[in-house]
């Protein structure tokens, strides 16, 4: 369990958490939300004890294991697979003192905990898991320093998912995800053990992983239980509550003060205008409701353009000479709404910077409208804003003859208020920055906006006022994103970038969720076709030699620690010892005895198949 009780916390000046209480029992889901600066982010360093408190404790049970991405993602010279199995230290801690250990106490300890850790699984484990993320047999194998930042991210993820912390931590965990990964982590952390609290803007994910939502808002943390749709319809009818309420109470004191007004001077009432004036002091003044008003993002018209705008024709596309995309017989019209699927490295970047002019056609022909203007936001232009100048400077440099006032006029049309725009971008937040790239992306009026993962800096308000705006534009977008619920609702058509392809995808979403998941929930498919129908291969005589030795040594050893728990067991005064520990020692050698008639077992199993072979 773990326990907020009255905390409250204040960074450089400003109060983000005050008197705030919350209890989250073992095991549950929990879904954190608050608009970007509330102080989320703040929580879980509170609760992993790296700030602390300026009153109240936050408890959670003694030993308890607290796990998050870590903040140095791994870059060495060791396997993807190599680092995932590292992470599960005690582990990593028992198979070393394994290989040492002499005392058959101890080493029946050790085999017993690496029995309860299912350590024989590990690498099963932390396979499966990188292959969740997308990273197949081969890429496993392969160094961290081979991966660039954001694939590293994803193993430092897979790390921490398989080390199992009794307290899940994720912050924006889909940021570095494709839609496929962000597809197979929802389901996993359904199936999670242990504690899950997870801060996202990701309503997806919130809707099918987590059963609690803790709301940050106005200092204050308030849990609620259910999905974030749930929390949604509870919020809005307490709101709609609060606001009735307030405007009640307003009526009521207009029609006192009305009262008071008229009559405090006059001598027949003014027993009944005092005893308002103490009614209407004792009924105090409920707070304005603060809403989650966002600033709405505002794209500029196109002209319209004579179909189609742009058109394919048995094109091929890639770099240095080497084909990624062949055969692409496309087009798009105006009117389109086309979402890209595909795991990363499958050609989405490609394909767009294809559309985009960015790459010319390496094969067939690609026909686009002469008139045609492409707006392209890519994930990484916004950290490739000059940190040093302010969005007017920005802005300044595409339009140098543009006065002052109009480029004001646009940046507030941008959702970029007049206290932003003369700050240092430096200085700026994540979906603000977000908001000055897009309106950088989008100036010239495009017929066409490609938009590579546009939401990753933004708020649950802020997707969808970007949903909202994406659905008055009368262009056409491109869309890349791990984000299901912008899909769905921008989206009205889906391509699927595959194998070196980019064909029309005919199912929906639900679909490919349920194909995607069926592919990563266990081997690979080439992995499964390779060993459907195959003939175990033939094992050499020295390699059953050595298996029968291995084998036989395991006995000796298992023998051996039998012996020993008999020799404790038959002491004098065992049995008028504590329960407990004599409990302890019967399950000890209840599991060594079992563990003795397995290995006798498999290593009659290895004589025979010797003894087989002449």
Not at 81 to 101: C, F, G, K, N, Q
Not at 255 to 271: E, G, L, N, V
Not at 350 to 366: C, E
Request: proline fraction near 4%; aromatic fraction near 6%.
């Amino acid at each position: 369990m773990l326990a907020i009780k009255n905390i409250s916390f204040t960074l450089e000046g400003r109060k983000l958490i005050d008197s705030s209480t919350v209890t989250i029992p073992s095991g549950h889901k929990v879904g954190i939300v608050g608009r970007n600066g509330a102080g989320k982010t703040t929580l879980f360093k509170l609760i992993r004890g790296e700030w602390v408190l300026d009153e109240g404790e936050i408890e959670i049970p003694r030993g308890a294991r607290i796990g998050g991405i870590a903040q140095e993602v791994p870059s060495g010279p060791e396997s993807l697979i190599s680092v995932v199995l590292a992470a599960d230290v005690e582990r990593t801690d028992l198979l070393a003192e394994a290989e040492t250990a002499t005392d058959p106490t101890r080493i029946s300890d050790i085999y017993m905990r690496l029995a309860d850790i299912e350590a024989h699984s590990a690498e099963a484990r932390a396979a499966s898991i990188l292959h969740g993320l997308g990273f197949d047999n081969d890429a496993q194998q392969r160094p961290c320093s081979d991966y660039s930042g954001g694939w590293r991210m994803r193993v430092a993820l897979a790390a921490v998912l398989f080390s199992q912390p009794d307290f899940l931590l994720l912050d924006e965990p889909t940021n570095y995800l494709d839609l496929e990964g962000s597809i197979w982590l929802e389901n996993y952390l359904t199936k999670y053990p242990h504690t899950v609290l997870i801060i996202s803007h990701d309503k997806a994910l919130l809707n099918r992983s987590v059963t609690q939502i803790l709301h940050l808002d106005q200092q204050r943390l308030t849990l609620y239980t259910g999905n974030y749709d749930t929390f949604e319809n509870t919020r809005r009818a307490k709101l709609e509550q609060m606001v009735a309420q307030k405007k009640k109470q307003d009526a009521q004191r207009e029609h006192m003060q009305s009262y008071i007004d008229r009559f405090r001077y006059k001598a027949s009432k003014a027993k009944q205008a005092q005893s308002r004036i103490k009614a209407l002091e004792r009924m105090g003044t409920l707070a304005p409701i603060v809403g989650d008003h966002v600033t709405p993002f505002n794209f500029p018209e196109p002209e319209e353009l004579s179909p189609p705008i742009i058109r394919l024709e048995n094109a091929s596309v890639g770099y240095d000479g080497t084909t990624i995309l062949r055969n692409l017989d496309l087009r798009i019209d105006q009117d389109d709404r086309i979402a890209l699927l595909g795991a990363n490295g499958q050609g989405k970047s490609t394909f767009a910077k294809l559309l985009a002019d960015r790459l010319t056609v390496m094969g067939g022909s690609k026909y686009a409208s002469s008139k045609l203007r492409v707006g392209f936001f890519a994930q990484h232009q916004v950290d490739e804003l000059e940190l040093d100048e302010t969005p007017i400077q920005h802005i300044h440099r595409l339009r140098p003859k543009e006065l002052a006032g109009r480029i004001r006029s646009r940046l507030a049309a941008g959702g970029m208020n007049a206290d932003i725009v003369d700050t240092k971008v430096g200085r700026l937040s994540g979906g603000q920055k977000a908001r000055l790239s897009l309106l950088i992306a989008t100036i010239d009026a495009p017929h066409l906006i490609i938009l590579d993962e546009p939401t990753n800096h933004l708020d649950i308000q802020s997707r969808e006022a970007l949903v909202a705006a994406l659905t008055e534009y009368t262009g056409a977008v491109i869309l890349v994103s791990h984000d299901q619920s912008l899909v769905e609702l921008v989206a009205d058509r889906l391509w699927l970038v595959k194998n070196g392809n980019v064909t029309p995808y005919t199912e929906d979403m639900d679909a490919y969720r349920k194909m995607l998941l069926s592919e990563r929930g266990g081997l690979p498919k080439s992995e499964k076709k390779k060993q459907k129908g195959k003939r175990p291969k033939k094992v050499s005589k020295e390699k059953l030699r050595e298996e029968v030795a291995t084998c036989e040594e395991r006995v000796t050893k298992l023998q051996g620690m039998r012996d020993k728990l008999d020799q404790k067991m038959a002491e004098p005064g065992f049995y008028d010892g504590e329960a407990a520990a004599i409990s302890m020692w019967q399950k000890k050698h209840v599991e060594v005895t079992d563990g003795l008639e397995r290995a006798e077992t498999l290593w009659m199993d290895a004589l025979e198949k010797l003894e087989a072979r002449g």
